[in-house]
């Protein structure tokens, strides 16, 4: 008998973030987003950098709010800032949005995004 994975905090984000990047075109912040959510979904834990796809110039904390209630998340209230605060997000613009300075963000911006294989590398 298999025991079902437990279930964990950001499950739901994840999942549709993995489902709304699947296919992106290779080597593109999509793709990388894609990539990070899967990994993390295997890794199941919420410790780990949780990925932010930024895909407009809306203020974060609140458009990630307002598709937290819109898209059924179910993560509490504060689940973003929270995470912002400490640096437990890793945010992905694109392609190259406006972002707030703050020394707890984790921003990964190169022209290059790294390729499945420098992946397999680590």
Do not use: K
Request: charge should be neutral; hydrophobic fraction near 40%.
């Amino acid at each position: 008998m298999t025991l079902p994975l437990a279930p964990f905090q950001a499950e739901r984000y994840l999942i549709d973030l993995r489902d709304r990047t699947a296919g992106s075109p290779p080597e593109s912040p999509r793709e990388l987003a894609w990539l990070w959510a899967c990994a993390v979904l295997d890794v199941r834990c919420d410790f780990i950098l949780i990925p932010v796809l930024i895909e407009d110039d809306l203020p974060l904390l609140e458009t990630l709010d307002r598709l937290n209630r819109e898209r059924d998340w179910r993560l509490p209230a504060d689940y973003f800032s929270s995470r912002l605060a400490i640096g437990g997000l890793l945010l992905i613009p694109d392609p190259e949005p406006r972002i707030p300075n703050s020394r707890c963000y984790n921003l990964l911006y190169t022209s290059h995004v790294p390729t499945r294989r420098w992946f397999r590398r680590i």
